[in-house]
């Protein structure tokens, strides 16, 4: 949904729109909605009720307000939200955002204005997305859209389409501006985003297949061709070295060894990896469609930590889904005691509409039993990473400071490499390992900071002094060197 902010603010500048400071004060109110989950939907049905009150209580001298809904939900919904809310004027699909002021004009004669039409090709790779919050030096670059992965329980392929990729070269260009403007951190954003593949030029049409993780496999037919993620990973890493690059949503399956050894040695690849396992069950793994064992699962985790040593790992958990036994619920356990994740997004399984679970699987778990193994997932994934961040005491830490902390008026937080929040003291400190002269931190500075205390959340520390990516890789080889001697 940022992105989709992102894209939206190019768009409605060149239209003669601008961003109102209220809701009051608006003629326009569009929502930007998402349908994977149930709790997202449920949250604009409510938003939806509030605002026909301020559409009912507007002032005639007023120009009549118009609400649109924009995105999954307009998709999925459509003939429910025109049919229960009469006070919806525009509906837009997540690839119909170039056709907005159009709809606009429409809605402004009274009728009802509806594109919720799924395209091919459309990857807005000419929308230059503003850069929204520049207070903390960090943004986010679509980098494709879609998904094929077709997993029973995941409704993204019948609301955003098909996967297709964003040239190089636009990513390139976007990356380069974001870092003319100071940011420091870049996270490349995409359904499945390794499965990255650029054919927008005739000489990167090869019969060169994808390579994927070892033991897994997919249900669509394999890509070939294309400049793919690694070579998209090399390129933007090359940009700036003083930035930090990060990708999200992956595919356990999209992790050949090149990924991987790439993110082992360029120093401003974060070396962290989001891996979503879903369940520690095969038998659920299989029903999910998801194209890989609990072993091939654990055979990449292992694989990652020996290219990629020290690596911060993530990943996503459903509880409950179709068909669920209190033995698959055991193993995903096992499976999370057993990898141990540094952060966890666990939920408990909800239907979607259209799915594959949808239409050939029953919602056969109680909603009290998903409610049990979800707390029960969360406490163990919670012990685990508190472990894990314990073993940082004592450590240094590079930490991208992204502003003050939310609990504290004299701390300022930031994340560490591996994504962790970190917690610290605002302090003056020393502009250099080696200098006297103090410096005040500020939004978008490298620090050092040692770590004093942790949980399963995040980290606390000391600030050290200010640093950089290339110093503090520098260092990081000095210690390595050393130890190995």
């Known amino acids: 949904m940022l992105m989709t902010q992102k894209l939206l603010g190019p768009s409605s500048k060149k239209n003669g729109y601008k961003k109102a400071t209220s809701c009051t004060e608006a003629d326009v109110i569009l929502l930007v909605t998402c349908s994977i989950r149930e709790k997202a939907e449920q949250t604009i049905w409510k938003r939806l009720k509030q605002l026909a009150a301020l559409k009912s209580n507007r002032a005639k001298s007023q120009v009549p307000l118009k609400i649109g809904i924009l995105g999954c939900m307009a998709e999925r919904l459509k003939e429910e939200i025109l049919e229960k809310e009469k006070l919806v004027d525009v509906l837009a699909g997540p690839d119909s955002y170039r056709d907005l002021p159009r709809l606009l004009t429409v809605a402004e004669t009274g009728q009802k204005a509806v594109n919720v039409l799924l395209s091919l090709d459309e990857t807005y790779a ?90 897994f496999s997919t249900i669509y037919k394999n890509k070939h061709g294309g400049l793919r ?135 056969s778990v109680p909603a009290v039993v998903k409610q049990r193994r979800l707390e029960e997932l969360i406490a163990v994934f919670r012990e685990e990473a508190t472990k894990l961040n314990t073993e940082l005491i004592g450590t240094d830490q590079i930490v991208l400071v992204e502003g003050a902390s939310k609990r504290s008026k004299v701390e300022l937080c930031g994340r560490n490499d591996g994504n962790i929040k970190v917690i610290f003291p605002n302090l003056v400190i020393p502009c250099d390992w080696s200098s006297d002269m103090l410096v005040s931190i500020k939004p978008g500075d490298y620090i050092s900071v040692q770590i004093t205390s942790a949980n399963s959340q995040s980290l606390k520390g000391i600030p050290i002094c200010l640093t950089t990516l290339s110093k503090s890789t520098k260092v990081t080889e000095l210690k390595t060197a050393s130890n190995g001697q």
């Not at 459903?318 to 999370?336: M, N, R, S, V």
Request: net charge neutral; charged share 25%.
């Open 126 to 215: 000419d929308v230059m997305p503003v850069h929204v919050n520049s207070k903390t030096k960090t943004a986010f670059i679509s980098i494709m859209r879609g998904c094929n992965n077709m997993c029973s329980y995941c409704i993204v392929p019948f609301t955003r389409g098909r996967e297709r990729s964003r040239p190089i070269s636009s990513i390139s260009q976007e990356v380069r501006i974001l870092s003319d403007q100071g940011v420091k951190e870049v996270t490349l954003l995409g359904q499945n985003v390794n499965s990255y593949c650029d054919t927008s030029e005739i000489q990167f049409h090869t019969r060169e297949p994808t390579h994927l993780s070892r033991g």
């Open 229 to 363: 993620f690694a070579c998209l990973l090399d390129q933007v890493s090359r940009i700036d070295p003083e930035m930090r690059i990060r990708f999200t949503s992956p595919h356990p399956k999209d992790f050949p060894d090149e990924v991987l050894q790439l993110i082992q040695e360029r120093g401003n690849i974060c070396k962290q990896i989001h891996l979503p396992a879903q369940s520690g069950s095969t038998a659920i793994l299989e029903a999910m469609r998801r194209g890989y064992t609990r072993e091939s699962y654990l055979e990449l985790v292992e694989r990652i930590r020996e290219i990629i040593p020290g690596v911060s790992l993530s990943s996503d958990f459903i509880a409950g889904f179709c068909g669920e036994t209190e033995d698959d619920h055991l193993q995903t356990i096992a499976l999370l005691r057993q990898v141990r994740y540094n952060v966890g997004y666990l939920f408990a399984y909800s239907m979607r509409k259209k799915t594959h679970a949808y239409h050939r699987l029953a919602d």
